[in-house]
Structures are given as structure tokens and as C-alpha cells.
């Protein structure tokens, strides 16, 4: 690859981190202000939030053995399968579920689990390059990644306090759908 190619190779990966930390940012870092909004105590956020950063141990290893297993499913493949079942799951929530406080509350667990199991796809993702001798530069991917994390929090900080706290919902699936396009075009 030539080093335009991969100047090219890494911002693309690094737009791909920046969506992904946004969204993870603006879904995640507001989970106790939507769910008080939505009228959970306190102990029930953290059972939710608990369970979404649990079910990643079972769910993980799957998905990791079929992605190394299979000759058809790279880790883009299942990255791209996650941030859909991520993008549907929140459109769900935001559409549909309405006060029903289990069907929230089992939507939030999906979309946690699933945020919390794209991160190896894209480090695998970009162990393959590595590994077939492409300098992708996984840092500066990674530190932008953080960067918009930041800036996605101060944001949707500003809209959530003055607006409903739901706003979330959106602003995740336009992360989200500019992630699933960008890693289509990868």
C-alpha cells in the first residue's frame, strides 16, 4: 500500500472509532438520566447496567469463535451485524416502547450488550491489517475515538438538560448509522 493509501486507511478507521465512541458516549453515558426519566430507581439502573456489562462474558466468545471460524464472516461482517442489531434496538426503544418499563429496560440491556461487544471486532478488525503487514496506526484511531467520546458527552449534555432526556435515541442512531456506513465502505 502506498503511504496515501494508508493515510487514507487510517482516518477511515478512525472515523469508524469516532462514531462508535460517540454513540457508546451518548446511549451509555446518559443510561441513569434516561432511566430516571423514565421513572427506574436507582437500584434498578444498576441491575439493568449490570446485567448489559455481564451478558458480554456469554455473548462475546460466540461471536468471536464464528467470526474466526467462519471463511465468510470477518470481523467487519460481525461488526457491521452488531451495530445494525444496535441501530434496530435503539429505534425500538425510541419508537416503540413507550413506558413500558420491562420493555425498556430489556432494550437497554440489548443495546449495552451490544456496545459493550463491538470493541474487540474493532481491534480485531484492525489486528487484521496489522498483521498482513499494513501500518494502520490503531492509536490515532483510537485516540480520536475518545476525542469525539468527550465531545459527544459535552454535547448531548447540553441537549439533555434542556430537553427531554430521550434525545439520546437519536443522536445514538445518527452515530450509529454513519458508523454502519462507514464500516460498509471500509
Same mark, same amino acid.
Given at each position: 500500500?502506498?503511504?496515501?493509501?494508508?493515510?487514507?486507511? /487510517?482516518?477511515?478507521?478512525? *472515523?469508524?472509532? !469516532?462514531?462508535?465512541?460517540?454513540?457508546?458516549?451518548?446511549?451509555?453515558?446518559?443510561?441513569?438520566?434516561?432511566?430516571?426519566?423514565?421513572?427506574?430507581?436507582?437500584?434498578?439502573?444498576?441491575?439493568?447496567?449490570?446485567?448489559?456489562? #455481564?451478558?458480554?462474558?456469554?455473548?462475546?466468545?460466540?461471536?468471536? *469463535? @464464528?467470526?474466526?471460524? !467462519? *471463511?465468510?464472516?470477518?470481523?467487519?461482517?460481525?461488526?457491521?451485524? #452488531?451495530?445494525?442489531?444496535?441501530?434496530?434496538?435503539?429505534?425500538?426503544?425510541?419508537?416503540?416502547?413507550?413506558?413500558? @418499563?420491562?420493555?425498556?429496560?430489556?432494550?437497554?440491556?440489548?443495546?449495552?450488550?451490544?456496545?459493550?461487544?463491538?470493541?474487540?471486532? #474493532? /481491534?480485531?478488525?484492525?489486528?487484521?491489517?496489522?498483521?498482513?503487514?499494513? *501500518?494502520? /496506526?490503531?492509536?490515532?484511531?483510537?485516540?480520536?475515538? !475518545?476525542?469525539?467520546?468527550?465531545?459527544?458527552?459535552?454535547f448531548a449534555g447540553f441537549l439533555v438538560q434542556r430537553h427531554d432526556p430521550r434525545l439520546v435515541m437519536p443522536l445514538f442512531l445518527v452515530c450509529f448509522t454513519a458508523m454502519l456506513l462507514i464500516v460498509y465502505l471500509f
Open positions: 500500500m502506498s503511504k496515501r493509501d494508508v493515510k487514507g486507511l /487510517n482516518v477511515h478507521y478512525a *472515523a469508524i472509532h !469516532s462514531t462508535f465512541w460517540a454513540g457508546y458516549a451518548i446511549i451509555w453515558g446518559f443510561l441513569s438520566v434516561v432511566l430516571l426519566h423514565y421513572g427506574f430507581s436507582n437500584s434498578q439502573i444498576g441491575v439493568i447496567s449490570s446485567i448489559s456489562l #455481564l451478558l458480554p462474558i456469554a455473548v462475546q466468545p460466540p461471536l468471536a *469463535a @464464528l467470526t474466526d471460524r !467462519s *471463511a465468510h464472516i470477518t470481523s467487519r461482517h460481525m461488526l457491521m451485524l #452488531l451495530t445494525t442489531a444496535g441501530l434496530l434496538t435503539c429505534l425500538v426503544l425510541w419508537l416503540f416502547a413507550g413506558d413500558q @418499563l420491562l420493555v425498556v429496560a430489556g432494550l437497554f440491556i440489548v443495546i449495552g450488550t451490544v456496545i459493550t461487544v463491538i470493541p474487540p471486532f #474493532l /481491534n480485531a478488525m484492525a489486528m487484521e491489517f496489522v498483521l498482513s503487514g499494513t *501500518a494502520l /496506526n490503531y492509536g490515532m484511531g483510537r485516540g480520536v475515538g !475518545s476525542f469525539f467520546y468527550g465531545v459527544s458527552v459535552l
